[in-house]
């Protein structure tokens, strides 16, 4: 197997695992938005605004109340980013380590060998931003949507003369839409979908960042994403699309390198190394002699799939189809996998891993890193 199919094999999987531990810190944000939810509902029970006789008297109480909720909403949310920066600064080194060891598999010798410090693990995840603003700063403006959104609704439904059913009703939702309807349905949605794009840019920053350290190793950088029905159409286009180390454009290629992903909201997109052939490789400046030495003990095989060229492109699908019953077993559960074997779920359906987080500790474990 061509070296490239064989790292898009390797990366795709590792794509899996790492949804799991994605899952796992927007559950934790979720439960989170879920508590500030029920302090903000409580709050509303016990002060009613609705209560006090006066239209003047009833604005001061929702006032009050929200200004004690804006102070809530900010400090979650700094609870939620702090959550985050921390999975944040543990995966970027270990997600170094796997990417090296995951090439120098493919290549049959230990020629990756620079990795990402803590001290660039740390300015890496402070320097995180999202189509051009810093993450900090987009989570400063997640918390300021919830405040505005739930400021605007309780003193909508106090302007109107509502009760305290319906002032509650305006937050949390209906019973009768199984509270799907509450504004905290759309701020979990909005909360996750940050917290993945956060998530993708973190992975993408640290590959990248190993894949600048190891230059020399590399013929370029090829687009992979896993091609379903929530493929963007950006990505669709960039699919396989490959670039040279210093950014210009592969064969088969029109624009020039645009950046790392994630390339917009959500996206789900990553970069595998193209490597040199094999003849290069044993030409490459400064490796020591056990490099060459193990270069020199490399098989047949090994040398022909290191080619220089970039990964045929699959389907997340075709490549689970590929795998041992035992191997889907361990990437999407038991359940899952039987649904997989027997045709009853598709591309969409396995993407989503939300019903199986992993702490980043189980992944630390799965790699044999302490």
């Known amino acids: 197997m061509a070296a490239a199919d064989e790292l898009e094999d390797a990366l795709i999987e590792r794509d899996a695992r790492l949804l799991r531990v994605e899952a796992a810190i927007k559950l934790s944000a979720s439960r989170r938005l879920k508590a500030l939810e029920r302090d903000i509902v409580d709050d509303l029970q016990r002060n009613d605004p609705t209560a006090m006789v006066y239209e003047g008297g009833r604005q001061r109480r929702a006032r009050s109340i929200l200004q004690r909720t804006t102070s809530r909403i900010a400090r979650i949310f700094g609870l939620i980013r702090g959550d985050f920066k921390a999975a944040a600064l543990e995966v970027v080194p270990l ?3 796997n990417l090296r060891e995951e090439v120098n598999e493919v290549i049959g010798a230990q020629l990756m060998s620079r990795g990402i410090t803590a001290k660039a693990a740390q300015g890496l995840v402070d320097d995180l931003t999202i189509e051009g603003a810093r993450l900090n700063d987009r989570w400063k403006r997640q918390a300021a949507v919830v405040s505005n959104g739930v400021s605007d609704a309780v003193m909508g439904a106090v302007r109107r003369g509502d009760n305290v059913g319906q002032l509650v009703a305006a937050v949390r939702g209906t019973a009768g839409m199984h509270f799907k309807n509450g504004l905290f349905r759309t701020y979990d949605r ?3 979908a940050l917290i993945q794009t956060a998530f993708s840019n973190t992975i993408n920053a640290a590959r990248h960042d190993v894949y600048k350290r190891n230059v020399e190793l590399l013929e370029g950088l090829q687009a992979i994403n896993p091609l379903d029905s929530k493929t963007s159409t950006i990505c669709q286009a960039r699919a396989g699309r490959w670039w040279t180390p210093d950014g ?3 064969a088969n290629t029109r624009e020039a390198f645009p950046g790392h992903p994630p390339w917009h909201f959500q996206c789900r997109t990553t970069l595998i190394p193209i490597l040199k052939p094999f003849d290069r490789l044993q030409r490459t400046r400064g490796l020591t002699a056990q490099q060459k030495a193990d270069l020199k003990e490399m098989s047949r095989e090994k040398q022909v799939g290191l080619n220089g060229k970039p990964a045929a492109g699959q389907t997340y699908d ?9 191997k889907r077993r361990e990437i999407l559960g038991t359940q899952k996998a039987k649904l997989f074997a027997d045709g009853q779920i598709g591309m969409t359906d396995l993407i989503d891993q939300s019903g199986r987080p992993m702490a980043v500790e189980a992944l ?5 890193i302490d």
Do not use: N, Y
């Not at 075709?318 to 035992?326: G, P, T, V």
């Open 95 to 97: 997600e170094a380590v």
């Open 190 to 192: 909005q909360t996750s």
């Open 248 to 250: 210009r454009p592969g």
């Open 318 to 326: 075709a490549f689970l189809r590929k795998q041992s019953a035992e």
């Open 364 to 368: 630390k474990e799965k790699a044999g």
